[in-house]
């Protein structure tokens, strides 16, 4: 059984993940990172200083707004608007992936890029941006053509990899498809040496009793906030 890691890289796991593994998918300076807007809406400081701050907003034109998650409430600074969303639960995969049925199951790759934002909007996973695939592997179940379900790898630093949006369309919720899909990503991403883990709203009792089951554990809650300058 995994033992669950402690603070550190998931705590700041937008700021690990693009100085390390996903610099090439944004952009940053000395205290400040931040994904391209078409592929992730994330951001990353080093720290919580004004400095820090001043350098994000380098990064964020006018009218624009990126998303800060953080173990701790923000510090109010000025110049910085900072509007907090709602609270975070962050779950590390502890148990053992079941064997999954993968006959179904197709590589999703840049041409279903158009299919994968429309499922997203449909069934509204989390922030999904017309390159959010380049971030790492999805794989999806297609029915008569219409990609109908999928789950995939988002924000990646050293040892750890974040399973993300895992959407099943209406029509075909309740069939274990998600836990189908989830099981082969957990066994893939083990099988490079990573821990899988993932985010959920806390107040999603329906989604965390499903990963329980799968055998995530929480680790810690963190605060989402949006922030523009």
Known sequence: ???????????????????????????????????????????????????????????????????????????????????????????????????????????????????????????????FGTRTHEMGRYIGIRDGGRLIAMAGERMRCEGYTEISAVCVNDANRGKGIAGRLMNILRREIRARGDTPFLHVRDDNATAIGLYERLGFRARQTLHLYRVGF
């Open 1 to 127: 059984m995994t033992k669950l890691p402690d603070a550190g890289l998931l705590d700041n796991l937008p700021w690990f993940a693009l100085t390390t593994k996903q610099a090439h998918l944004g952009q940053g300076a000395e205290l400040a990172a931040r994904y391209h807007p078409d592929v992730a809406a994330f951001a990353g400081m080093a720290n919580t200083t004004p400095e820090a701050f001043r350098q994000l907003g380098l990064l964020v034109p006018p009218g624009d707004h990126v998303l800060l998650t953080t173990p701790e409430l923000l510090p109010s600074v000025e110049g910085v608007h900072a509007e907090r969303l709602f609270s975070v639960c962050q779950m590390v995969d502890t148990g053992e992936p079941q064997s999954a049925v993968q006959d179904d199951v197709v590589r999703l790759r840049a041409p279903d890029a158009p299919a994968m934002l429309e499922l997203a909007l449909e069934t509204k996973p989390g922030p």
